[in-house]
Structures are given as C-alpha cells and as structure tokens.
C-alpha cells in the first residue's frame, strides 16, 4: 500500500517522523524553551555541526499550524529544516522549498516549580504529552522483577521505561506495595492542579509499573482514580491506562464513575506473539484473559470508549522475526477482531532505543506504519468507530496517526 494511502497531513507527519529534522542554530535554539527530548541530535561525521560538540539538545515536540503534534527526531540526511525564533515565530523548510509555520511545544511553567513543601513538580509524578497531562506515581513494573523459571526476562521485550530505579524511589514506591506513601499523593495533586490551572489540559491519563497480581493492580488504579478525580472534577476527562483488571474490580471502577474511558495495552496481536513480546502480561493475566477484560469494559463504557494501545514495529525485531509484510497483515487482523468487538486498539510508532539507522530497517518501519494506519482507518470506518477526544486527541497523538486521519476524513 502507497504512502498516497494516507491522508496528506498524515503523509506529512509520517514523513517527519521517519526522515525527522536537520540540524540547525534554530533547532538548538528552540531545546531552550521546548519540552525538552530525551535523545539529543547525534552528529554524523562529515556533517555540518556549528556546536562543537557531537551531540546537541532537542525540543520533543514538533507542532504545525493545525495542531498536529509529533515527536522530533534528527537525522544530517533529512530535506527537513527548521528556521526563525521563539519570538518571531519558526518555519519548517524542505529542499525543495516548501514552507510551513511551526511551533514547538513548550516546557509548562509549573514543571519549572514546585510544591508548597519545596518539592520539584517535575518529580511528583505527573508529566506533559501535549494536551495530555500523564499521572504515573507508580513507575516501576514488578514484571522487571518477576524472571521466569529458567531466569529469563519476563518484561515486555520493548520496555525500559518499567525498571525500578531513581523514579521509585523519589516517588516513595515500595514494589510490594499496592497504595504509595500520602506525601506522593498529596505532590501529585498540588502538581495537577497547579497543572490544570495553567491550562492546555484536555485529558489526564493514569499509567503505572504492573503488578503480578491484576487484583491489586485494581486496587491501585482504584484509589487513583478517585484522589485524581477530586483534583480534576469537570476539568478535563481521566483515563485508566492500567493493565487488564478482573470483572469485579472493572464494575467497581465504573460504578464509581472516576473515570471517562479505559485502556488496556495488548500491545500485539496473536496470542504467540503476545506470548513472545509481553511474557509477564502472559504469565501473570493471558492473552484471552485480557481480551475478555476489554470485552467486560466495553459492557460497560461503551463502544467507542474502551482502548488498547499496541507497538507498530517490535515486529520487526529479531527476536520476533517477522517481515514488514507480515506484521502488517497480523497487525491489521487483529484490528480487525478488535473492532468488531467494540475496542479500539491504537497503533504508537516502536522506535528502537538502538537508533538502527539502516535504510532497510527505517524503509521496512514506514512501509508497515504507513500500510497498518491505511489499512485501519478503513476498518475503523465499517465499524463505526473513530478515537474519541476525551481519550486522545492529535494535540496529544506524537507517535500515531489516527487521531490525524480521523480528522482528515471526517
């Protein structure tokens, strides 16, 4: 399938997200006052480098004129550059001579401040993707711990993000704990509502580390749904991003109603690669378990409000092994079913920790993004079904493309 398949502003930021941005004193300058990017720009040699140095700070996030949002990356061999200033506004440029307004999304005021006991904000568990406001006071996953039998990893195989280290413990989490120390909560609502007050927020999403028993995993999100909601009230809509939770626990949750929509992170479709890619999700709940629990969600939020969020491209890894052609045929199967049960899984864009800059790999990586998001959005339309705005919205959507082409062809 053609990269034509896709609606132009999509084309457009798919594009940016696989060739990214060339270096210039104007990028650099932007990292000042940006959201700042965890992956510096790397200098390749021979390349034109006014710093000096062989790395260089980068914004995060990249914002046209209309709201679409996406993740910078740089490369020296992109047609892409960005010119112009904070104050006087930034164009993004191509060699061959288009040109189009662009702003970075900048780093909030209150992530810059701190609570009333002296407390970072930027430490109290609460973080920025564009509109969304993140609320993760629970950061390490117990499934980094939990190795199998013969001493193997049982983390996702894409996963960093879930090992216990500076975070937890700054955050007061004790990994056998299911509830976090009252001072964590109390930072993470002066944070929220600090960040609320300076405005931009339009959903909160609560994520957090796993834990091998899915009933206290419950029982965490639970109780964050409701110390979140008191700060939020009708201020924004609240999501849970926990793992898949037992039918009793998922009836209490939406009796209390503390939260809009749920979201439960299959990641990959069929159950051997589920196997494979999530070990601990496996081990400890089940590929069929965990659809059902989706299943349980949509009786009672709704078509339309029940999600699972899935990695486009770890596929591709060797330990999985499969071609581009492949992934994208089981990957768009599995949209599919999904759909026709009334959740909506939603594709993010795996980037490799590694970089794997070979034309291949990054060719391979585009042709199954590009395919898979064509492909689903004509099954998203049978089915009736469009990613709602109170989940996430394209302000948000920096490693995904369904909220840009629902809005392109609606």
């Given at each position: 399938m053609a990269m034509?398949?896709?609606?132009?502003?999509?084309?457009?930021?798919?594009?940016?997200?696989?060739?990214?941005?060339?270096?210039?004193?104007?990028?650099?300058?932007?990292?000042?006052?940006?959201?700042?990017?965890?992956?510096?720009?790397?200098?390749q040699p021979g390349e034109a480098n006014p710093t000096g140095r062989p790395t260089a700070p980068l914004?995060?996030?990249?914002?046209?004129?209309?709201?679409?949002?996406?993740?910078?990356?740089?490369?020296?061999?992109?047609?892409?550059s960005v010119d112009g200033d904070k104050d006087g506004g930034y164009h993004l440029r191509h060699d061959d001579g288009r040109a189009l307004p662009v702003s970075f999304v900048p780093l909030p005021g209150w992530m810059r401040g701190a609570t009333a006991?002296?407390?970072?904000?930027?430490?109290?568990?609460?973080?920025?993707?564009?509109?969304?406001?993140?609320?993760?006071?629970?950061?390490?996953?117990?499934?980094?711990?939990?190795?199998?039998?013969?001493?193997?990893?049982?983390r996702c195989l894409f996963c960093t993000y879930g090992a216990p280290d500076m975070r937890s413990k700054t955050l007061g989490q004790d990994m056998d704990a299911v509830l976090l120390p009252a001072g964590t909560y109390a930072h993470m609502a002066e944070t929220l509502d600090t960040a609320l007050n300076e405005g931009g927020i339009r959903t909160v999403y609560l994520v957090g580390g796993s834990m091998t028993d899915w009933s206290r995993e419950a029982d965490r999100f639970i109780d964050l749904?409701?110390?979140?909601?008191?700060?939020?009230?009708?201020?924004?809509?609240?999501?849970?991003?926990?793992?898949?939770?037992?039918?009793?626990?998922?009836?209490?949750?939406?009796?209390?109603?503390?939260?809009?929509?749920?979201?439960?992170?299959l990641e990959v479709w069929s159950e051997p690669l589920f196997a494979k890619v999530c070990p601990g999700k496996q081990a400890f709940v089940g590929h069929d378990r965990w659809i059902a629990s989706l299943e349980t969600a949509v009786g009672l939020w709704g078509r339309g409000r029940v999600y699972s969020a899935m990695v486009a491209g770890v596929e591709l890894e060797p330990e999985v092994g499969l071609t581009w052609e492949q992934a994208a045929e089981t990957a768009l199967k599995g949209?599919?079913?999904?759909?026709?049960?009334?959740?909506?899984?939603?594709?993010?864009?795996?980037?490799?920790?590694?970089?794997?800059?070979?034309?291949?790999?990054?060719?391979?990586?585009?042709?199954?993004?590009?395919?898979?998001?064509?492909?689903y959005a004509a099954i998203r339309r049978r089915h009736g079904l469009h990613i709602w705005d109170g989940f996430l919205t394209h302000q948000a959507a920096y490693m995904q493309l369904e909220c840009d082409i629902d809005r392109e062809v609606a």
């Open positions: 034509t398949d896709l609606p132009p502003q999509a084309r457009l930021k798919s594009d940016l997200m696989f060739n990214g941005l060339r270096y210039t004193p104007s990028l650099g300058a932007a990292a000042e006052h940006a959201f700042p990017n965890w992956s510096p720009y790397r200098f914004p995060y996030l990249l914002r046209l004129a209309d709201g679409t949002t996406l993740r910078v990356r740089g490369s020296g061999k992109s047609a892409w006991d002296g407390t970072p904000m930027a430490q109290c568990g609460v973080s920025m993707l564009g509109s969304m406001a993140v609320v993760n006071v629970a950061p390490g996953c117990q499934y980094f711990q939990a190795d199998g039998p013969n001493g193997e990893s049982r749904a409701d110390k979140v909601r008191a700060v939020v009230g009708d201020r924004a809509t609240i999501s849970c991003g926990s793992g898949a939770l037992p039918d009793d626990k998922l009836k209490d949750l939406h009796a209390r109603g503390t939260v809009d929509n749920v979201c439960f992170n949209a599919e079913d999904l759909c026709s049960r009334g959740i909506i899984p939603v594709y993010s864009l795996y980037w490799p920790l590694g970089g794997k800059d070979h034309p291949d790999y990054l060719s391979n990586l585009m042709n199954l993004f590009e395919t898979l998001n064509a492909g």
